[in-house]
């Protein structure tokens, strides 16, 4: 998940919380989606208030937004948490949702 540039990084947040651009600049009150994308493509640069909005929102630390390190084994774990509850929520049935959830606690025990 290394990523090289901060616009490559607030599109890794963006995306991996399925969120569109313009949905993320209503969140965050940036007026349009292009101003997202300007951010992005880093033809905008992100003031010291917006890091610290885009942090709070992904929940990840300023030092990931600007540097890309000190945040990757939670940035990881967040990542993995995510995957696991879209797939546990597109199970349908309760009662598979159950069993699902029993396995995992199997799995935590070895």
Same mark, same amino acid.
């Given at each position: ?6 616009? %490559?990084?607030?599109?890794?947040? =963006? +995306?991996? &919380?399925?969120?569109?651009?313009? *949905?993320? !600049? ?11 994308? %300007?951010?992005?493509?880093?033809? =905008? +640069?992100? &003031?010291?208030?917006?890091?610290? *909005?885009? !942090? ?17 084994? =939670? ?7 995510? *995957? ?27």
């Amino acid at each position: 998940m290394e990523t090289k540039n901060i616009g %490559e990084r607030l599109r890794l947040l =963006r +995306t991996r &919380s399925n969120m569109s651009q313009e *949905e993320l !600049a209503r969140k965050l009150h940036l007026g349009s989606r292009s101003a997202v994308s %300007e951010l992005e493509m880093e033809k =905008r +640069t992100l &003031s010291p208030t917006m890091i610290r *909005e885009y !942090a709070e929102l992904f929940d990840v630390s300023a030092d990931w937004i600007i540097f890309g390190q000190d945040d990757k084994e =939670r940035m990881e774990r967040k990542i993995e948490t995510d *995957e696991i509850l879209k797939a546990f929520f597109s199970i349908r049935k309760g009662s598979v949702r159950k069993v699902a959830i029993e396995q995992v606690k199997a799995l935590a025990k070895l």
